[in-house]
Every structure is written in structure tokens, then in C-alpha cells.
């Protein structure tokens, strides 16, 4: 059962890292939902330059790669993994309640994975 609670999480990541790309490249984030069936989607609207659909494409795997590393990193160098954990989970918490639904799995999944984030480093 934890497992496809992880799952949930991990599929979060990967389209909230759709999400950060759209912003980042100036374009506009309408929503994020997780389907329950392992997939998910971000509905956003690229930057209207050359390749900036390919980045938030891309962004995806890419990003949820860096987030995993990062997270494996600070396991190995605790000297600021407590700043950034809070940061993280704080980033959860706000993308979920800007981009999700209320009351929608990525809503719930944003929510308790932030606040246990808290929970654990507190």
C-alpha cells in the first residue's frame, strides 16, 4: 500500500517539474492532476519561443532525476538538508494548493507529502 502512495508522489514531482519548466520559460501553469493509475498531466501553456515546448516536454524526467539526486545528495551531506527539506516540503504544499484541485489526488498527495516532509525534519 505505501508503495503506490510513493508511486503518487513520485508522478507529483515529475509534473510539477513540467510546471516549474513552463514558468520558468514564461509560460502559464492551468493545472496538475494525478489519474491514480500511475499517470498524470500538467496542463500548461509553453513560453511562445523556439524550444521552449521541447524544455517543458523534457522537463519531466529530467527534473524528477535532479530532485532524486539532490534528495541522495543531502542524505550524504547533512549540512543544509534541514534548510532544504523545509523548502521542499513548503514547495509542495504551494504548488499543490496553487495548481491542483481541491479535493483531487494531487491536491491530497502535494499536501501529506509536504506536511510529513515537515513533520520528519521538525
Known amino acids: ?3 503506490s ?4 508522489f513520485v508522478v507529483l514531482i515529475h509534473e510539477i517539474c513540467h510546471a516549474t519548466a513552463a514558468l520558468f520559460t514564461g509560460g502559464m501553469v492551468k493545472g496538475i492532476a494525478l489519474h491514480g493509475n500511475e499517470g498524470g498531466e500538467t496542463i500548461a501553456i509553453p513560453a511562445s519561443f ?3 515546448f521541447i524544455l ?6 529530467i527534473g ?3 530532485v532524486g539526486g539532490i534528495l541522495l ?5 547533512s549540512q543544509h538538508a534541514r534548510q532544504t527539506l523545509i523548502l521542499f516540503g513548503l514547495f509542495l504544499i504551494s504548488v ?7 479535493g483531487e489526488l494531487a491536491y491530497f498527495t502535494g499536501i501529506i507529502w509536504g506536511v510529513s516532509i ?5
Request: glycine content about 8%; overall charge positive; some cysteine.
Open 1 to 3: 500500500q505505501f508503495t
Open 5 to 8: 502512495y510513493l508511486k503518487d
Open 50 to 52: 523556439r524550444g521552449s
Open 56 to 61: 517543458v516536454v523534457s522537463a519531466g524526467y
Open 64 to 66: 524528477c532525476s535532479l
Open 73 to 77: 545528495r543531502l542524505g550524504f551531506n
Open 96 to 102: 499543490s494548493v496553487l495548481y491542483s484541485k481541491l
Open 118 to 122: 515537515f513533520v520528519f525534519v521538525i
